[in-house]
Nanobody, 117 residues
Framework: QVQLVESGGGLVQPGGSLRLSCAAS????????MGWYRQAPGKERELVAS???????NIAGSVKGRFTISGDIAKNTVYLQMNNLKPEDTAVYYC???????????WGQGTRVAVSS
């Protein structure tokens, strides 16, 4: 069973930066895209950013201009560079991978990001 392993979360002050990393424990056959979702307390999980196997990126409007997604889909790795963090970015961030046109979906265990002074 392939697992997604995340790292890089933590506590940061407003205006600070963090870089999240995600790597699959094995090869994901038919991988179409990887990305990051987040879930804040009391809220639904939402897409933050994704990158397709062709390199096309999709960034949520709430983080556009502050967050950048990158990765090597062929190596099953994805990164999220988060700059100018705000308290409203506080959430658990989950790595996601979609394969075989969405018929296989993988999730990481989540990494917590807290933005507070």
């Amino acid at each position: 069973q392939v697992q997604l392993v995340e790292s890089g979360g933590g506590l940061v002050q407003p205006g600070g930066s963090l870089r999240l990393s995600c790597a699959a424990s094995g090869s994901i056959f038919g991988l179409n895209s990887m990305g990051w979702y987040r879930q804040a307390p009391g809220k639904e999980r939402e897409l933050v950013a994704s990158i397709s196997s062709g390199g096309r990126t999709n960034i949520a409007g709430s983080v556009k201009g502050r967050f950048t997604i990158s990765g090597d889909i062929a190596k099953n790795t994805v990164y999220l560079q988060m700059n100018n963090l705000k308290p409203e970015d506080t959430a658990v961030y989950y790595c996601n991978a979609n394969a075989l046109l969405g018929t296989r979906v993988y999730w990481g265990q989540g990494t917590r990001v807290a933005v507070s002074s």
